[in-house]
């Protein structure tokens, strides 16, 4: 099943990397972690030598921006800048290192793909909105968004990122005269003070470079509030509508969602189950959840002789969002993927970013305390 282009979901989640690059999984923590983070800082530090064939292009916001909510309320700011690499040859990003300015308001930060039969779009919607960028809650804010199956991300820091390289001879494809739209989440919970982001590419121009493509696998989030933890925010549309004044039209995600996965029931087990409609290789897989998770895991065929796991964290740490890659696992046309999420609302007694926040049915949503059940693949395909 392929997703209809444009439908605003996510694009929060860590972008799928370190495909046989970055190699051993970090190890889990039993604790839940806070959501302000320790995060590199806008100066590189120590960086993996260029391999053949490879250069570095540095892209940053032109000046510093100072986060704020954009519809003036709730605790998060997603903003997009439209930088430009200055690319004048075909090429592939073979690797990226995500250089947040101000580490403890950036929550994460992701590359968007900018072809050039959206730059006009894309410089249009610059102009047109005051100050730098434009807010973008749910993906790229641009109609050339991609679906599900082919998500235009780049590369994407997160809490635990550090410098991603791809595997030899794979890249994220990136035509001349192509630009990047990179997109910020501000947790205002952590502040408002001004931040000045920055990533630094690795190109190749190698045409022998096979093609990545970023495969999400999204599940709905319907938490309902504790048996007695009562409060004003524990109804689902009030939920609802809470979001929706926060988010937008991004909002709508959290419904949408039920019509890709079948309607799913509340409670802290999400899942969703997608058929597989072209032939692909998967090179490595990640999870994203927000500070309510517990424990993330997809599956390939699950059920039958054929069943394959692609990734099983049994204990989710927000701090290490790293992917992992994976030996080569060849799909076929109308094999299926299931990614299955639990989450537990007992953790906001626990954490920081929970504190004088009330009692909420929660589900899917952009802010740092709404919550996330995603899949993500990296593949090729021929």
């Avoid at 073979?94 to 947040?100: A, E, K, N, Q």
Wanted: neutral net charge; aromatic residues 6%; glycine residues 10%.
């Amino acid at each position: 099943m392929r997703i209809v282009r444009g439908v605003p979901l996510l694009l929060l989640a860590l972008v799928l990397t370190a495909c046989g690059g970055s190699g051993e999984p970090a190890p889990v923590k039993a604790e839940p972690t806070p959501a302000h983070h320790a995060a590199p800082t806008a100066t590189p530090k120590a960086r993996t030598p260029l391999r053949a064939g490879e250069r570095r292009v540095k892209i940053a916001m032109p000046a510093s921006y100072k986060p704020s909510a954009p519809h003036g309320v709730g605790t998060d700011d997603y903003r997009c800048f439209l930088l430009d690499p200055k690319v004048a040859q075909d090429s592939f990003v073979t690797g990226f290192d995500v250089l947040p300015g101000n580490p403890d308001v950036v929550h994460h930060v992701i590359l968007f793909r900018v072809p050039p039969s959206a730059l006009a779009e894309a410089e249009r919607t610059d102009a047109e909105t005051p100050g730098q960028g434009w807010t973008c809650f749910g993906n790229s804010g641009l109609d050339e968004s991609g679906g599900l199956d082919d998500a235009p991300w780049l590369g994407a820091w997160a809490p635990g990122g550090t410098e991603q390289l791809y595997g030899a001879g794979l890249g994220e494809s990136f035509p001349k005269g192509s630009r990047i739209v990179m997109q910020v989440h501000y947790n205002l919970l952590a502040g408002t003070e001004p931040d000045s982001s920055a990533a630094e590419l690795r190109l190749t121009s190698d045409p022998s470079t096979t093609p990545l493509e970023t495969q999400l696998l999204p599940a709905p989030v319907e938490l309902p509030c504790r048996p007695g933890h009562p409060g004003k925010l524990c109804d689902r549309e009030a939920a609802f509508a809470d979001v929706q004044a926060r988010f937008g039209r991004a909002a709508q995600t959290a419904n949408l969602l039920h019509l890709l996965c079948g309607g799913e029931p509340a409670g802290p087990v999400q899942t969703c189950t997608r058929t597989i409609d072209r032939p692909e290789t998967v090179r490595a897989a990640a999870g994203h959840m927000h500070l309510l998770g517990r424990s993330i895991k997809v599956e390939a065929n699950p059920g039958t002789p054929r069943a394959r796991t692609l990734l099983d964290i049994k204990v989710w740490d927000f701090d290490n969002q790293r992917s992992r890659p994976i030996p080569a696992v060849r799909l076929r046309k109308g094999d299926t993927v299931k990614v299955t999420c639990r989450h537990d609302q007992s953790l906001r007694d626990l954490l920081p970013s929970f504190k004088g926040q009330p009692e909420r049915y929660v589900m899917w949503g952009e802010g740092t305390t709404d919550e996330m059940c995603l899949g993500i693949l990296l593949v090729t395909r021929p």
